[in-house]
Antibody, heavy 119, light 106 residues
Framework: QVQLVESGGGLVKPGGSLRLSCAGS????????MSWIRQAPGKGLEWISY????????HYADSVKGRFTVSRDNAENSLWLQMNSLRVDDTAVYYC????????????WGQGTLVTVSS | DIQMTQSPSTLSASVGDTVKITCRAS??????LAWYQQKPGKAPKLLIY???TLETGVPIRFSGSGSGTEFTLTISGLQPDDFATYYC????????FGQGTRLEIK
């Protein structure tokens, strides 16, 4: 059974940085594209980034481009999101997500980690 | 980027009703569309992909239709467990969600 566990969320001041981690188990990590999806309190889902199986192809939503960096280590079954220059509107639950092989839809989600940006 | 617009934002219905949620894309996405259900405090769950293909284990009262820029999620014979928020997601070009439709009990 696939399990994705995020960590690294917390309270940070505007302009600060945070690094989220996602540990995968029960899957061959290198077989799948991985994504970060966030949800602000009481709001909808926003797909903010995805990374290809080997990490060579990356994509970011305009809202985070230039501030966030996604990376992965298949040997460690790990995914990361480095978040810099954080803003109040980055406050959200951040989900790690596994895409279906060959189809950019989400089959598995982590439990989410809350990032709060506030002074 | 492709924008996805759902309507309505909120829908009130009763158990046993049939409801339809619409999702419109800002440009053609052929049938590269998925639907998810989300309950409070939980991660979303995939219901339908490729516009009309039901995910394994999803009840047949859920159905999807459409192509190009207009899509519909239909729930026939609402059950108490169906009251939740529904999101469409395009995967024709990168990935984008609609803003969501909250289905509430009338």
């Amino acid at each position: 059974q696939v399990q994705l566990v995020e960590s690294g969320g917390g309270l940070v001041k505007p302009g600060g940085s945070l690094r989220l981690s996602c540990a995968g188990s029960g899957l061959t990590f290198s077989d799948y594209y991985m994504s970060w999806i966030r949800q602000a309190p009481g709001k909808g889902l926003e797909w903010i980034s995805y990374i290809s199986r080997t990490g060579t192809a990356l994509h970011y939503a305009d809202s985070v481009k230039g501030r966030f960096t996604v990376s992965r280590d298949n040997a460690e079954n790990s995914l990361w999101l480095q978040m810099n220059s954080l803003r109040v509107d980055d406050t959200a639950v951040y989900y790690c997500a596994r895409e279906r092989a060959g189809v950019p839809i989400v089959d598995d989600w982590g439990q989410g980690t809350l990032v709060t940006v506030s002074s | 980027d492709i924008q996805m617009t759902q309507s309505p934002s909120t829908l009130s219905a009763s158990v046993g009703d049939t409801v339809k949620i619409t999702c419109r894309a800002s440009q053609s996405i052929t049938t590269w569309l998925a639907w998810y259900q989300q309950k409070p405090g939980k991660a979303p769950k995939l219901l339908i992909y490729k516009a009309s293909t039901l995910e394994t284990g999803v009840p047949i009262r859920f159905s999807g239709s459409g192509s190009g820029t207009e899509f519909t999620l239909t729930i026939s014979g609402l059950q108490p467990d169906d009251f939740a928020t529904y999101y469409c997601q395009q995967y024709s070009s990168h990935r984008t969600f609609g803003q969501g439709t909250r289905l509430e009990i009338k």
